[in-house]
């Protein structure tokens, strides 16, 4: 077979790895957009690396948009085949990528309009319109090509071709991508990792190692990264709570991805209430995706955890309590940034380069007695990373505003492994790996990683460069 790495390749998002049998059966392993302030963004998200029609099977490991968010994009433009996933992962990708045609059709329409007025005013103007990727109807077409399957059972797709999802415990329905092809007397096993997630976390299963493979395509986001132990965590994020919320009478306002990280928050706060430790005040989710997210956690409870499960005896609704407020409606969204109540404010996106988080930050970021909290990765150039990478000043809306509320990070939410906790997920490919390919990382992070997998006993680690392809 050949590998082709069409995306996440020395970067952390645009997942998508192109397999191409000797037969010329093509597999696509995600098909993910590209996120953040990237060379060449606009043209690596509208170009693929494929010819779309090639494609005979595509297989998703789960429903963030840096894993899903071209698929729309691939069946507009010829593929017909099957998209394999989980029964969570299926759900979560629905609303997911129709949050995003609906997101690039406004922005789209405002750079138009924007674009117009210019031409209006100068007619020598050179500017050209810009289109969408995809449209909602391109969503709902490559929902109709969906075929979902559990965790943890071997099924023939192809002839020849076995697939088995371990689940990665990352966000729920992700999964690892185990394949065993069949070719003649050739009998290759092949792992995908997806994103490993993290042990011992609430409301997830535990990360579920994939089966022994030949071939292993990994990521390596925080390769050189340890994060905090739970305890420490918790106190810390106690000790933001306090002191910005009752002792500043301020707000702590935290960018979380719609999916995954605003759930587990959310929890984390229910029991908080629960154990009567958390201070009288506020809490706002402010995310119409976080809400539907949520709800779909809720209709998935095979995903959850054993802990999970018991705490529900007791607390049938693990998303809710009585000072907790869903946001639904845009002026009520509005009213948060003028409040000036102490409050918990939840929304997206993680990274604060899209949605109504952007708001909330540029209304709250001068004022000293206010915290932004960062809970997970943001890549480097986008708002996230400009204020974790420590700015005094950020440009948001046309405006130059300085930075006086406390930048908080907390990335032991993250639902991404740290290098310890990937390596454990890993220990079962140590012996039996020919060739493993590191992905979804940073250039500066995956070198650091390699290092680290070498030091503990792994040979024939490669670094794919974005569209380099190589043979098995």
């Not at 998002?13 to 192109?18: A, R, V, Y």
């Not at 309009?113 to 990727?133: A, F, H, I, M, P």
């Not at 499960?309 to 003028?338: C, T, W």
């Not at 670094?463 to 098995?472: D, Q």
Request: with cysteine; net charge negative; proline share 4%.
């Amino acid at each position: 077979m050949r590998i082709k790495f069409c995306g996440a390749a020395e970067e952390v998002t645009g997942s998508s790895h192109l397999i191409t049998l000797e037969d010329g059966f093509t597999i696509l392993l995600d098909c993910g957009l590209f996120q953040g302030h990237i060379v060449n963004i606009d043209n690596l998200n509208s170009k693929f690396k494929f010819n779309p029609k090639d494609i005979d099977l595509m297989i998703l490991s789960h429903a963030h948009i840096d894993h899903c968010g071209r698929l729309p994009m691939l069946v507009k433009h010829g593929f017909k085949g099957k998209v394999i996933s989980t029964h969570a992962t299926r759900d979560l990708a629905a609303i997911m990528m129709m949050d995003t045609a609906h997101i690039m059709e406004r922005d789209v329409q405002y750079y138009n309009d924007k674009l117009q007025e210019k031409k209006r005013k100068n007619s020598t103007y050179k500017g050209v319109k810009r289109e969408v990727l995809y449209s909602a109807e391109d969503v709902a077409r490559t929902m109709e090509l969906f075929v979902s399957m559990s965790y943890d059972q071997l099924v023939k797709i192809e002839e020849g071709i076995y697939l088995l999802f371990t689940d990665t415990g990352h966000i729920l329905g992700s999964a690892s991508v185990n394949l065993r092809i069949k070719r003649g007397s050739d009998d290759l096993r092949l792992g995908f990792s997806g994103d490993i997630g993290r042990p011992d976390r609430p409301i997830l299963k535990d990360p579920h190692p994939m089966l022994p493979a030949d071939v292993v395509i990994t990521e390596s986001t925080y390769g050189d990264k340890l994060h905090l132990e739970k305890p420490d965590e918790t106190n810390r994020f106690l000790e933001i709570i306090s002191k910005t919320c009752v002792k500043q009478k301020g707000k702590v306002i935290i960018p979380a991805f719609s999916v995954g990280r605003t759930q587990e928050i959310v929890h984390k706060l229910d029991v908080l209430v629960n154990e009567k430790r958390l201070p009288r005040i506020k809490v706002y989710v402010d995310s119409p995706l976080s809400v539907n997210a949520t709800d779909i956690f809720k209709s998935h409870p095979e995903c959850f955890d054993y802990e999970l499960h018991q705490y529900m005896i007791k607390d049938p609704d693990p998303f809710g309590f009585n000072s907790l407020r869903y946001v639904h409606d845009v002026e009520e969204s509005k009213a948060l940034n003028s409040s000036k109540e102490p409050c918990i404010i939840i929304s997206a996106s993680g990274m604060m380069n899209a949605g109504r988080i952007k708001h909330h930050v540029a209304n709250n970021i001068e004022d000293s007695n206010n915290t932004i909290l960062f809970v997970g990765y943001c890549s480097p150039e986008t708002p996230g990373g400009i204020l974790r990478n420590g700015a005094k000043v950020i440009k948001m809306f046309g405006d130059i505003k300085q930075v006086k509320a406390n930048i908080e990070i907390l990335d032991s939410f993250s639902a991404h492994g740290d290098k310890n906790e990937m390596l454990q997920f890993l220990e079962n490919q140590r012996n039996t790996s020919l060739k493993t390919f590191l992905v979804h990382g940073d250039s500066e992070v995956i070198p650091i990683y390699k290092n680290f997998l070498q030091d503990h006993g792994f040979g024939n680690i490669f670094i794919p460069k974005l569209g380099e392809e190589v043979s098995i």
